[in-house]
């Protein structure tokens, strides 16, 4: 099946530096990848859609730029957390959608998801 | 707006038991509703689905009925496995395109 990869899966960085992580679509093109996070013990909630060829689209109360989303190709998306601080660590997933199909759920697929700390 | 709301968690249960996770939702219309899994290490992966109401998903021994009257999408499993340990994810696609509502999850812990 249709796989997507995020990379790092871990990753600890210090207060103020920046991270990126990476959301590849393996076999398919993703014209739409999406960010969402993780609180402990909240749901996974929604931070932009990610657009190839154009600019992201940000959920309310997302600072775009402190979280900045490139999806220069149709298989991959990034996300660079800047300045990181404390309070953004978190788990980080990303989800495409393969661009052969259409309707939600079943053609959206998750990557494995990347877990930030900022110490 | 649109929302889920699941179970908290974590369940703990033995191995062959019965299992139930509720799942209710506010949603405007009758969007198809899902149920996603997220085993240890691994990324999210859609366990079942139901796209209108009385419709049952079924998937790996999992069920789900989506309940019109009493907005509902209540996951069961007649006799769980300890490879059952995950964290389940009740969700609902919102009236923007591919954008999915997530309930909180609910970790489930199966003992052998």
């Known amino acids: 099946g249709a796989v997507v990869s995020q990379h790092p899966s871990r990753v600890i960085c210090k207060s103020g530096t920046s991270v990126k992580i990476e959301c590849r679509s393996l076999d398919f093109q993703a014209t739409t990848m999406f960010w969402y996070r993780q609180f402990p013990k909240q749901s996974l909630m929604l931070m932009a859609t990610s657009n190839e060829g154009s600019k992201a689209t940000y959920e309310q109360g997302v600072e775009k730029d402190k979280f900045l989303i490139n999806h220069a190709s149709l298989t991959l998306s990034t996300l660079t957390v800047t300045s990181a601080h404390p309070e953004d660590s978190s788990f980080y997933i990303c989800?495409?959608?393969?661009?052969?199909?259409?309707?939600?759920?079943?053609?959206?697929?998750f990557g494995e998801g990347s877990w930030l700390t900022v110490v | 707006g649109d929302s889920v709301t699941q179970m908290e968690g974590p369940v703990t249960l033995s191995e062959e038991a019965f299992l139930t996770i509720n799942c209710t939702y506010t949603a405007t219309g009758y969007p198809s509703l899902f149920w996603y899994v997220q085993y240890p290490g691994e990324g999210l992966q859609l366990l079942l689905k139901?796209?209108?109401?009385?419709d049952k998903g079924s998937n790996k021994g999992f069920e789900a009925t989506y309940r019109k009257e009493t907005t509902s999408f209540h996951l069961e499993k007649g006799s769980v496995q300890v490879s059952d340990s995950a964290v389940y994810f009740c969700?609902?696609?919102?009236?923007?395109?591919?954008?999915?509502?997530f309930g909180k999850g609910t970790r489930l812990h199966i003992l052998p």
């Open positions: 139901a796209t209108k109401a009385d």
């Open positions: 969700a609902l696609p919102s009236n923007r395109d591919d954008k999915i509502i």
């Open positions: 989800s495409a959608r393969d661009r052969r199909n259409t309707g939600a759920g079943n053609t959206i697929y």
